[in-house]
């Protein structure tokens, strides 16, 4: 076991890879497959100067150090500038050596890609300290193998799994942005990037001078802060988006707890971009072993129910609750390597918010007993659990995944979870024993409802599936069908097909148009949901499971397989690529259009009860406004709110509250996935309770 100490002082001469002539170069470190040290980007620089350190741990000096440099291009492949290897072996051992590392491209070996000047000093590990590197070295190889999947953690965020603050960033508008149409206008939009984390704006089409007023969150997970990287793009349909400019911000140079609006100037390019700004300090998640557990001591416990007490409805109504949840334990998972067993670890999400266990290594049965706590910003939020196998060789292995909706946990219960597979559509090998509690403010949770819900940065690509689109395009349909049926049967009424039901139709329409008033358009939604609770609790529950979703589901993993296959053999899906955005398109259109149909069904099948009881208070409320006061004084109070919105809060993002309640409604493929499957008979689970926490 060896340390090698490395400081990387700069470069001279390296190569332009940018259309300005300049390039914005990083440094990758390697030792054989793996990523041990990725250097900061100096942007606009052939001569740059990095003076970073870094300490990597070796077990053996026959592999090299492989150093590589890249041109950082935000959007795009970044650029390769040349590499070189440095021979471990011919170093002295102890003694600090400076190193001149000439680059060089093996595809174009005559070329002058500059110099790479680095400082490092070589280390035996012994004695006492050895139990201590084998330790960090596991962390650190498990940290590096999970870098390689979708999630993506900064590297920080895989040293302490912590994130320290929140970045509140308003994209407010475009002034004067280059025209690059041939009509002299654009169609821009806007992409961030903080390290991993990744946000594009929506494009707004033909405009010089958008107006944005999009609303996001990055996590910090440096002290120090770090530099957001903003480009500005033109859309171009059929081709290669244009490029307008980018700027960046320094968010070490910016004070915390306090809003800035910044008008940045486009480098490349003409134009500025409006936004605010606010660095929030958090110390919103965290992470102990199970013997040191918070909720034990009553004193914290009662200053946690104190903190979300119905008291406290007006302070801080961004933080809606608390959640702590207790990961103790696996059984029969499945043998990722060849030896029959595994080395598993967990994943604890929240959003945005991502928690890691330590990995149990060589073992089906493992046990973490960590818990983890989390500050609820939207009560609608949905709890997900996966298991994966650490690889030294490859990227980790999934092994399970559960997701448990906040509103359906059962405070203070041990509970055997079966997992499931990627799509959670049905049972993989294994469950997981988690203990769960929810503490949070219903009012809260209540007015959270009616605003955006929050954007997941990180989510898995669109990509063209039959069997997907074709569930969509089922869902949809079914949706259509429920209002053509209605229709057929208002027609039946007209066409007296049968007499007793025209007649009663036609006495009840002379009726209700006869005594009709506005406000009785929510009281007959009222009178739905109050007709659909008492079916429920009479055992009358009319929430039918779609049986051809659920089973396209259950088959998704398997059809997707067999695309996938199909795809590699016949290059398929390279041959229509020109057209794959439209067919990408058109499905998430079917799905949209089909979960708000669902959504609708699902709010007044009583699906989330919490959800259902607060339509049924917002009913009550629009029904006695409605028949207390004039349709011209709502109207003229709609009106007023309307024009001077701008006036009063000139920066405030547009939304529709009845949009964003059905945003927190699961869809019928959402019920499906969040359904809890049933324990195999022969894992028997004790359940013990405790004092319910809220």
């Known amino acids: 076991m060896y340390q090698l100490d490395i400081t990387l002082r700069r470069g001279q001469s390296l190569a332009a890879r940018d259309r300005g002539g300049t390039s914005d170069p990083y440094v990758k470190f390697k030792i054989g497959r793996k990523e041990v040290f990725r250097s900061k980007i100096i942007h606009k620089n052939l001569n740059p100067v990095w003076e970073e350190k870094a300490c990597i741990l070796v077990d053996h000096l026959r592999e090299p150090l492989y150093i590589k440099v890249f041109d950082y291009d935000f959007g795009l492949q970044d650029?390769?500038?040349?590499?070189?290897?440095?021979?471990?072996?011919?170093?002295?051992?102890?003694?600090?050596?400076?190193?001149?590392?000439?680059?060089?491209?093996?595809?174009?070996?005559?070329?002058?890609?500059?110099?790479?000047?680095?400082?490092?000093?070589?280390?035996?590990?012994?004695?006492?300290?050895?139990?201590?590197?084998?330790?960090?070295?596991?962390?650190?190889?498990?940290?590096?193998?999970?870098?390689?999947?979708?999630?993506?953690?900064?590297?920080?965020?895989?040293?302490?799994?912590?994130?320290?603050?929140?970045?509140?960033?308003?994209?407010?508008?475009?002034?004067?942005?280059?025209?690059?149409?041939?009509?002299?206008?654009?169609?821009?939009?806007?992409?961030?990037?903080?390290?991993?984390?990744?946000?594009?704006?929506?494009?707004?089409?033909?405009?010089?001078?958008?107006?944005?007023?999009?609303?996001?969150?990055?996590?910090?997970?440096?002290?120090?802060?770090?530099?957001?990287?903003?480009?500005?793009?033109?859309?171009?349909?059929?081709?290669?988006?244009?490029?307008?400019?980018?700027?960046?911000?320094?968010?070490?140079?910016?004070?915390?707890?306090?809003?800035?609006?910044?008008?940045?100037?486009?480098?490349?390019?003409?134009?500025?971009?409006?936004?605010?700004?606010?660095?929030?300090?958090?110390?919103?998640?965290?992470?102990?072993?199970?013997?040191?557990?918070?909720?034990?001591?009553?004193?914290?416990?009662e200053e946690i129910l104190k903190r979300y007490s119905p008291l406290r409805i007006f302070h801080?109504?961004?933080?809606?609750?608390?959640?702590?949840?207790?990961?103790?334990?696996?059984?029969?998972?499945?043998?990722?390597?060849?030896?029959?067993?595994?080395?598993?670890?967990?994943?604890?999400?929240?959003?945005?918010?991502?928690?890691?266990?330590?990995?149990?290594?060589?073992?089906?049965?493992?046990?973490?007993?960590?818990?983890?706590?989390?500050?609820?910003?939207?009560?609608?939020?949905?709890?997900?659990?996966?298991?994966?196998?650490?690889?030294?060789?490859?990227?980790?292995?999934?092994?399970?995944?559960v997701a448990i909706p906040l509103l359906s946990i059962q405070n203070g219960e041990q509970k055997a979870y079966v997992l499931k597979n990627k799509q959670l559509t049905g049972p993989t090998k294994g469950v997981i024993y988690l203990e769960i509690d929810v503490i949070f403010n219903a009012v809260k949770a209540s007015l959270r409802t009616l605003i955006p819900k929050e954007q997941k940065y990180i989510e898995e690509e669109n990509r063209l599936s039959k069997q997907l689109l074709l569930r969509n395009f089922i869902r949809m349909k079914r949706c259509v069908m429920v209002l053509v049926n209605a229709a057929y049967y208002v027609n039946s009424c007209f066409d007296w097909d049968s007499p007793p039901r025209s007649l009663a139709a036609f006495v009840l329409f002379l009726f209700v148009v006869w005594n009709f008033e506005l406000y009785m358009i929510p009281l007959v939604l009222l009178l739905l949901l109050t007709w659909n609770y008492f079916l429920i609790i009479s055992g009358k529950d009319n929430r039918q499971r779609d049986t051809v979703v659920e089973d396209m589901l259950e088959d998704e993993e398997e059809e997707d397989d067999k695309d996938d296959k199909d795809s590699e053999k016949k290059g398929f899906i390279n041959k229509i690529y020109a057209i794959q955005e439209v067919c990408v398109s058109v499905q998430n259109i079917l799905d949209e259009v089909a979960s708000f149909g669902e959504r609708i069904k699902n709010t007044f099948n009583w699906t989330v009860p919490f959800l259902s009881w607060l339509a049924i208070v917002a009913l009550c409320v629009f029904t006695v406004i409605l028949y207390c006061i004039p349709l011209r004084y709502i109207v003229l109070v709609w009106g007023i709110n309307k024009f001077t919105k701008k006036l009063r809060s000139p920066y405030a993002i547009d939304n529709n509250e009845l949009l964003d309640f059905l945003s927190r409604v699961p869809s019928d493929v959402q019920v499906v996935q969040y359904q809890e499957l049933k324990p195999d008979p022969s894992h028997s689970p004790y359940k013990r309770k405790k004092n319910n926490l809220g």
């Not at 940290?143 to 970045?167: A, E, N, P, Y």
């Not at 609006?261 to 660095?279: A, D, I, W, Y």
């Not at 989390?374 to 996966?386: A, C, G, M, R, Y």
């Open 316 to 401: 801080n109504l961004k933080d809606v609750g608390f959640l702590q949840v207790k990961v103790i334990r696996a059984e029969g998972l499945m043998a990722a390597d060849v030896t029959g067993k595994s080395d598993p670890f967990c994943v604890v999400e929240l959003n945005n918010d991502r928690l890691l266990t330590h990995t149990v290594y060589k073992n089906l049965n493992p046990e973490w007993n960590k818990v983890f706590t989390f500050n609820i910003k939207d009560i609608h939020s949905v709890l997900e659990v996966t298991v994966y196998d650490e690889d030294r060789d490859r990227s980790a292995d999934f092994l399970g995944k």
């Open 79 to 301: 650029d390769f500038m040349g590499s070189a290897f440095l021979d471990l072996a011919q170093l002295e051992l102890n003694r600090p050596t400076d190193v001149t590392l000439t680059l060089k491209d093996p595809h174009y070996p005559d070329h002058d890609l500059g110099i790479i000047l680095l400082s490092v000093i070589l280390t035996p590990k012994e004695g006492e300290s050895r139990d201590v590197t084998m330790l960090m070295r596991k962390s650190w190889k498990r940290s590096s193998k999970f870098q390689t999947q979708s999630l993506r953690l900064s590297d920080l965020h895989r040293k302490s799994h912590l994130w320290r603050g929140i970045v509140s960033i308003t994209l407010i508008e475009g002034r004067d942005l280059k025209a690059m149409d041939s009509n002299g206008l654009s169609d821009p939009y806007v992409k961030f990037r903080l390290g991993h984390q990744k946000y594009k704006s929506k494009i707004m089409p033909k405009t010089l001078n958008p107006q944005w007023r999009e609303q996001f969150d990055f996590h910090l997970y440096e002290e120090r802060g770090g530099i957001i990287d903003i480009t500005a793009w033109d859309k171009d349909a059929g081709k290669r988006d244009d490029f307008i400019g980018r700027c960046q911000v320094d968010l070490s140079a910016l004070s915390r707890e306090q809003t800035h609006k910044l008008e940045l100037q486009l480098e490349e390019g003409e134009g500025h971009l409006v936004l605010l700004v606010t660095l929030t300090a958090s110390a919103t998640v965290s992470i102990s072993d199970l013997s040191v557990n918070s909720l034990e001591d009553q004193k914290e416990r």
